[in-house]
């Protein structure tokens, strides 16, 4: 966290006293969060099933979904609770699914460069030629162990679970946002896939760029180590801490701190 | 003369139209032809233009839908060139490599064709000539029992179109490009017959677009009768962009051979009526059909696909497989019946159509029928519609794509889908770009 004080106060996500509803219905999801991630830090949401982990990280990208009924969420000082999904895109958020969504007949390298070329053009930055984001997407793809024919294929159709999330996080380094979600990105994954992933995600780490990590297990924090960890629980955060904040929830479980445990 | 079951001005129109014009008609002074065209309006004359209560038509009733009967197109009128074929197809069309066959309003041109790279694997003839002294394969390729008016109809009223004969074994690389391009000045109908026969063991691509020279109304009435010999393997495609204010009334005949394998597709965005009416009959085992499609249409317009596959004998392999994107007050229908004969047991049949509704004034009827007379067989069918999911706009909107490119996107995967299962890539790829084109245009 050294230098990080020195920045300008603005350059975080703050999220102040945050509630959502389901927009369809009346269940409150989120009852009151306060939350700040400075650039360069990164930190960890941890929390039971239901407890608003997935909800928190809907709203951060703009889901329609849900509501907001009160508080507000800035980026870099920003209001973005206004602004449209590829708005945040744009601005720099991403959300790493916990369930990449499949899309066939869209070719995985399409879709991957309409991405950043739209976001390229939201940025005012000239779209990448051909072999430029032929290049660049090798490069990144052989980092994370991902073959060249699941980039012919059509999006996620037909992955594992461990390729999909494979493709969520080449999708952020190509990208390169600057507020990184992870939300549940270790689900599903073995031993080996984790590393694979949690490298990914340390070779982001960086002083221009926040992260969240949400994880319901402490075993992803052995691999990205965060600044700082939260515990959601029923739609609050409840405590706030270090690292070692896992460790301890990892032993005693979410129902010594107050919550209903899963 | 005229029995009194033809009620509406367009049934009178079509009636009348053959009393007046029999005469002038190819084969006329031929007594086979005389008598098959006679035996055709009788059966016409019968019944008139199918309606509701026939259940293969419940979906285009055209005794409502046609209001008049236009005058036969005149023969052979408008001086041509290959850029007005090449307009009329359309850049991406127009630029397939291909071998060339210009059917104009309803007749075929020797002039605008170029086949000259066929040499001795096929022959091309223009059926308006043939009829002049029909060959007995040829008698017996015209000859058509089913109750089916508009069939009847083309029988009674065909002026041309092209017969085409592939030599065994011969292996076409190009596609053979039919193109039936509807070019008079005042509204027309055009009536075609194509006649293709495919030698055992051939490899061909064929590929019928029907298109048109400006916005003139046109009634067509197309049929395509194909023959394919034992170890064949055929594509047979056709590309329908008609213009808005016509009606195309398009008959498929397929008969296949033994151990051979046909992969047929037809995307269709033209036409204000298009009733695209496929039979595919298995007369060989071993055989396999692969039949998919893909509709785009918005405004009123209306596409019906209508499809029969016929398992006559055993161990064939069915696949039917449509997709459709329709806007507006858009109106698709795909019916597809599977019959499977008594005896023709290790049949394998599957059908699916979807269709996705950009509107809430689009309709989509599907109806998949099955008929089954053996007990050893595979036969399924399934059928989606609804709209662009919202799940998947987000993940892409998430990405940083704009909405309406998104939409677009999905929507362009959902056709591209079902284009892929076009082999030849130069079709497949002229497919794709007509529809982002067509998406492109849809807020003009």
């Known amino acids: 966290m050294a230098g ?134 090798r490069e990144k793809t052989k980092a994370l162990d991902i073959k060249d024919d699941k980039l012919k294929r059509p999006l996620n159709v037909g992955f594992s679970g461990g390729e999909k999330k494979r493709q969520e996080i080449l999708q952020m380094a190509l990208l390169e946002p600057s507020l990184c979600v992870l939300d549940e990105t270790d689900s599903g994954l073995d031993i080996d896939a984790v590393k694979i992933v949690s490298e990914g995600v340390n070779a982001l780490r960086g002083p221009e760029r926040a992260m969240l990590i949400i994880t319901h297990y402490q075993r992803l924090l052995n691999y990205i180590v965060p600044d700082r960890v939260h515990v959601l629980s029923d739609g609050k955060i409840v405590r706030s801490g270090g690292k070692e904040l896992a460790l301890e929830l990892e032993e005693s479980g979410y129902a010594a701190f107050g919550a209903a445990a899963a | 003369m005229i029995p009194e079951i033809l009620k509406t001005r367009a049934e009178q129109g079509f009636a009348d139209q053959f009393i007046a014009g029999k005469a002038g008609l190819p084969g006329a002074g031929n007594a086979w032809v005389e008598g098959l065209r006679d035996a055709a309006w009788k059966t016409y004359a019968a019944t008139g233009l199918p309606h509701r209560r026939i259940e293969e038509w419940k979906y285009t009733d055209l005794r409502t839908l046609l209001r008049d009967a236009y005058p036969p197109a005149p023969a052979l009128a408008e001086a041509l060139n290959g850029d007005d074929i090449a307009q009329a197809l359309g850049k991406d069309m127009a630029g397939i490599d291909c ?210 596959i016929d398992h006559a004998v055993p161990g064939c392999e069915s696949r039917e497989f449509s997709k459709l994107v329709l806007d507006d007050a858009a109106r698709g229908i795909i019916q597809c019946k599977v019959k499977v004969h008594r005896g023709a047991q290790k049949s394998d049949g599957y059908q699916m159509a979807r269709g996705l509704l950009l509107s809430e004034g689009a309709e989509f009827y599907s109806k998949p029928e099955l008929e089954i007379f053996a007990d050893d067989v595979v036969c399924g069918h399934g059928s989606t519609s609804g709209q662009v999911d919202e799940n998947l706009m987000f993940y892409l909107r998430s990405r940083g794509i704009p909405e309406a490119q998104a939409r677009a996107l999905l929507i362009t995967a959902f056709v591209g889908e079902v284009l892929e299962k076009i082999a030849n890539e130069d079709i497949r790829a002229a497919f794709m770009n007509m529809a982002e084109t067509w998406l492109a245009s849809e807020d003009e």
Do not use: C
């Not at chain 1, 460069?113 to 053009?121: G, P, Q, Y």
């Not at chain 2, 041109?109 to 001795?120: C, E, K, T």
């Open chain 1, 4 to 137: 990080v004080k020195e920045r300008k106060t603005t350059e975080m996500l703050e999220i102040k006293n945050l509630h959502v509803k389901i927009a369809d219905d009346d269940t409150k999801i989120l009852k009151g969060i306060n939350l700040r991630v400075p650039k360069g830090e990164v930190h960890a949401l941890m929390g039971p099933n239901g407890s608003g982990k997935s909800t928190l990280a809907y709203v951060l990208a703009g889901k329609d979904d849900y509501e907001i009924t009160d508080g507000s969420i800035t980026w870099n000082g920003e209001d973005i609770t206004g602004m449209a999904p590829d708005e945040r895109a744009a601005a720099g958020i991403f959300l790493a699914f916990q369930y990449p969504i499949e899309i066939p007949g869209v070719a995985t390298m399409t879709f991957l460069r309409t991405s950043l070329n739209a976001i390229r053009k939201a940025r005012g930055e000239a779209e990448l030629s051909t072999p430029d984001f032929i290049r660049l997407v």
């Open chain 2, 99 to 308: 071998h060339l066959l210009v059917v104009v309003d309803g007749h075929f041109r020797a002039g605008l064709s170029d086949v000259s790279g066929l040499a001795d694997r096929a022959k091309v003839h223009s059926l308006g000539d043939a009829l002049g002294d029909p060959e007995d394969w040829l008698k017996s390729a015209l000859e058509q029992t089913r109750s089916d008016t508009v069939l009847a109809l083309n029988t009674a009223l065909m002026t041309g179109g092209v017969v085409l004969r592939i030599e065994e074994d011969a292996s076409i690389g190009k596609p053979v490009h039919i193109v039936h391009l509807f070019a008079a000045k005042d509204a027309a109908s055009i009536t075609t017959r194509n006649i293709i026969v495919i030698g055992a063991g051939a490899e061909v691509t064929l590929l019928e677009s029907y298109v048109s020279l400006g916005s003139t109304p046109a009634q067509r009435n197309s049929v395509t009768d194909l023959r394919a010999g034992d170890g064949s393997r055929v594509q047979h495609v056709k590309f329908q962009n008609e213009n808005l204010s016509s009606v195309h009334l398009t008959n498929w005949m397929t008969r296949l051979g033994a151990d051979m394998t046909y992969n047929a597709f037809q995307f269709s965005i033209g036409a204000s009526l298009a009733r695209n009416q496929i039979s595919v009959a298995f007369a060989g085992e071993g055989t396999s059909s692969h039949l998919s499609s893909a509709v785009m249409a918005r405004g009123k317009q209306h596409n019906d696909t209508t499809v029969v």
